[in-house]
């Protein structure tokens, strides 16, 4: 019998979320817990962190977790990580819905760095107006940079915010290319620092910058271990009756 963990968070999860429980699959959909406001989800509900690789494992066996599917942000990679080990472990099929990386496109200027480091090294210079969309959890180490003017589009709004010059927009995508268009230009946006996540809900930034001539600073996914990756909730349903 299928006892599914969706690992989730993302509009991918949401998806598989409803259409699982349309098909009358048990499964738990767990959160991280780092937004405020999570979507109301069609199945049994977790918030929260597991303890690590041990915790998913407890949790796992505890529950009688037939499959597990890693639905997370494609720069979760702890949780990522700790879902093949815990996976791993306990003999339970894995497999990720995942998005497409973002590539460039002609008329884009992008510069690629490695990691967060990397991005926040690379802000070393004169200021700029720099439109800061790599979600609130990282922005403590861009304090490292204060020259610049950031404009941050979070889910939720901060409480505390680290950086001293920042202009705080607080909405939930999908967004459009027009309305970011108007956002860059209304401040004066000279650089966007984006990471690859991929999908559609939050690439209009990138086809704005490409349209005003902005360059892009691109945050490089990071390396996991092998695992079987699915890019439709399609073939997440089928894997689920061949697993």
Known sequence: ?????????TTEANALAKAVSAQGIAAVYSYA????????????????????????VAYIRDNGISHVIDATHPFAAQMSRNAIAASSRTQTPLAALTRRAWRPQPGD???????????VQALSGDPQR?????????????AAQPQHQYLLRLVDQPDRLPLQNADVVVARGPFAEADDRALMQRHGTQLVVSKNAGGTGARAKLDA???????????????????TELSSVAQ???WLDHA
């Open 109 to 119: 200027h992008w510069h690629h760095v490695p990691d967060v480091a990397a991005a």
């Open 236 to 238: 997440v349903l089928d």
């Open 209 to 227: 910058a490409r349209t005003l001539g902005i360059p892009v600073l691109m945050i490089d996914r990071p390396t996991l271990p092998p695992r």
């Open 130 to 142: 720099v439109f800061l969309a790599v979600g609130r959890m990282h922005l403590e180490e861009f």
């Open 1 to 9: 019998m299928t006892n599914l963990l969706i690992l989730g968070g």
């Open 33 to 56: 817990g780092r937004v405020e406001t999570p979507r109301p989800q069609p199945l049994p509900v977790r918030v929260g962190g597991f303890g690590g690789v041990q915790g998913l």
